[in-house]
């Protein structure tokens, strides 16, 4: 393909992925769901058109009412760029399929209706050829009448006429043997392909519902495999097949393959075979793939999965359904891989009772909790159900690492949805799960999932205590990551943020930028762009707070550039956000609101709910600069309403400090009540140990109580927290506060 165009380098990736080669180094399986199917489906575009730079072609495509979806999103795609490129798109669907391209200036469409008598009695005369047409002048009619236009009628009756020897010779060149008094047409062309199939060879039509069986297309060594005979017998049988027009044979290395003539010519056949026989032959074909491709066996899931499941081996069958789901969700075909997975799930009913039966559905269930969080957003609650589930098995059969992941994919849901009095538990039973094991992975997993859910409960130093003990297992972690899951990295660089943040809120904003700067350092390193977006996402939050505007902006400019990149449509939101920050801190406040507002809604509507409260907050800060603190103040108590239902405290103090600065914009006559928002704040940043919030909002009151006269017990409110302080004094909030101590004790 380089050999074609270098420029298509990029699209290798999404290349390897559809053809299921592994690639180490791909950033795909981080990626956002849809952005991934989007470009994979871009880049097989990108191909085909670039072929059509150097010669004209033509892109045929039969059939489009059996078409997958996903080859169908592929068409839907290619036809925007077919009026622009040397491209003819040739397709033919029935009457009941229905597309979006009857708009387009470029598109034509031909009704195939049935032929009319006379082009009928064409495509008949070139059949049958001149001599037998002229003989058989007077059933033509009566042909003509049955097949009702339909050419593959047409050609089937003639194939018919053929075997009942009325005709002898080869198509295009017939000799009439015998005019028929009288001739029997089936009403259907089902029903005549099975009168077609009934009087073959009995050999001829055993093989042809074996095939029927194995599938629409198939290998030599596979039906001498599952039909049982001898290579050249069966070279034999096929070729008396083709001539009959039951099947084709297309070009293949190393071996032949072969395609019956027509959908229909497969389903009535399949149809023609007695249960009882079927599910022997879908056994049959089973177990010949498993020997022959026993090398490549993961090419053949999906294969072994519809064959096992027609058959009585419910064990098999489940067993291939998993892996065929789990295959199709790492390329990206997540609704496949429901569908796969979920009829795994409907089959595993018919095993035995026991332990075997419920490792399967455990199996199963964990498999499809990743798949449906990605295609329903992992607050759906079909993610809850199946996570649910696992645990509960785990906790039946024994704990083991199934019940890790069956409760790490349950703290994932709860957390996000923002129900973190149930994320805590599940954590902690994390890190209680691993500490049996002595596992460094699962240690730090433990402590990284309670660490962060104390972080949004506002625990702030129970929280830091967690993540540090996680931080100091990232250390020899980060030397074994081939070892370890695929989202290691990332988790790695999530914890170092939370950790930063963490540092920063209990008054150590030097200690944050420094742990903030080595977290983007090392994701740098790593080359990994998702851990990289993580740690670009912490560092520009951390900025954020510090109110360092053009690093909030430099951050989520190159946030947002990374995310847009490689699909990470979950953090180029949150880049969205940042940046709607630092243009409102900026001075271009409509702006910044506007973007805050999109993102949020955004957000909103995908149910996830963690980091609302502060996400919020800023926002109302925002219209408080924009002069429009009512508008603020309702936000508030959006953010805290949203705060006590989900147990997110983390914001609450500087929730109440903006809110008091917000009442004191709306009128001076609010003072009372401003006074009790920042005492409020106060006290909540005095219990979760959040200095540098106490400082924040001992900095508000303190201004107030100037304004006041009550000059001493400002200055004596800030110095106890200012003295408080070692480190951070050139950060905005301790620059204030100094200068207001400053002038407050001039005037003493």
Known sequence: MLALDRTLEDTLPYVFALLGIADPTSALPQMDSQIRRRRTLDAVKRIVLRETLDQPMTLICEDLHWFDGETQAFLDLLVESVATARLLLLVNYRPEYH??????TYYTQLRLDPLGKAEAGELLAALLGAGAAAGLDRLQGRILEKTEGNPFFIEEVVQTLAEQAVLTGERGSYRLERVPAELHIPVTVQGLLAARIDRLPAEQKELLQTLAVIGKEFRFGLAQQVAAHAEEELHGLLSGLQAREFIYEQPAFPEPEYTFKHALTQEVAYGSV??????VLHARTAQAIEDLFRYNLDAHYAELARHYSRTDNAAKAVEYLRLAGTQAAHRGAYEEAIAQLSRGLELVQELPEGAAREQQELLLQLALGPALMTTKGYTAPEVENAYGRAAEICKRVGEGPQLWQALSGLWGFYNVRGDLQRARG????LLQSARPSGDAWRLFMGHYAVGATLFWQGELSAAREHLQQAFDLG?????RLD??????????ALNRGYRALALYQLGYPDQAVRASRESVALAQEMGRPSALTLALFWDGALHQLLGNVEVVRERAEALIALATEHGFYYYLVSGMILRGCACADGGQIEAGITEMRGALDVRRAAGAELGRPYSTGILAEAYGKAGQPAQGIALIEEAVDCMNRTGQRMFEAELQRIKGDLLLAVSRDKEAEAEDCFRHAVDCARRQSAKYWELAAALSLSRLWRGQGKNEDARTLLAEIYGWFTEGFE???????KALLDELSQGR
């Open 426 to 429: 599940l954590a902690e039973q």
């Open 731 to 737: 950060t905005r909030d301790l620059k204030e506060a």
């Open 475 to 479: 250390g020899p972690l980060r030397q």
């Open 274 to 279: 007695l249960a009882a026989r079927r599910q």
């Open 99 to 104: 597309h979006g391209w009857g708009s387009k």
């Open 483 to 492: 070892t370890l899951p695929y989202e290691a990295v990332d988790t790695l």
